[in-house]
């Protein structure tokens, strides 16, 4: 049974940083790329971050790209991202996902998994 789970996720000030973590299990997590995804109240689901199987390519929304870093760590089955230069914009659950489904880009690609999301509220 494939399991992701989110942590990290808290209320935060304007400026503040913040590190996300998905720890997966289930699944042979080097096969996967993963991704970071957030929703946010009203507003559908968006593309934060991805990142490839063995970590060297990474894609970013243009809305955190400068500002968020997808990283991962197949050895403990885990990605983060850490958010810095947070703005009330970036309040969201934010989820991570993973796909086994190739693709040329990272930011076209199906995902298969999902976790149950992680709240970031960033206050003003």
């Known amino acids: 049974q494939v399991q992701l789970v989110e942590s990290g996720g808290e209320l935060v000030q304007t400026g503040d940083s913040l590190r996300l973590s998905c720890a997966a299990s289930g699944l042979t997590f080097s096969m996967y790329a993963m991704g970071w995804f957030r929703q946010a109240p009203g507003k559908e689901r968006e593309m934060v971050s991805a990142?490839?199987?063995?970590?060297?390519?990474?894609y970013y929304a243009d809305s955190v790209k400068g500002r968020f870093t997808v990283s991962r760590d197949n050895a403990k089955n885990t990605v983060y991202l850490q958010m810095s230069s947070l703005k009330p914009e970036d309040t969201a659950v934010y989820y991570c996902?993973?796909?086994?489904?190739?693709?040329?880009?990272?930011?076209?690609?199906?995902?298969?998994?999902w976790g149950q999301g992680t709240q970031v509220t960033v206050s003003s």
């Open positions: 990142i490839s199987l063995s970590g060297g390519t990474s």
């Open positions: 996902a993973a796909s086994h489904t190739p693709s040329n880009y990272l930011k076209d690609r199906k995902f298969n998994y």
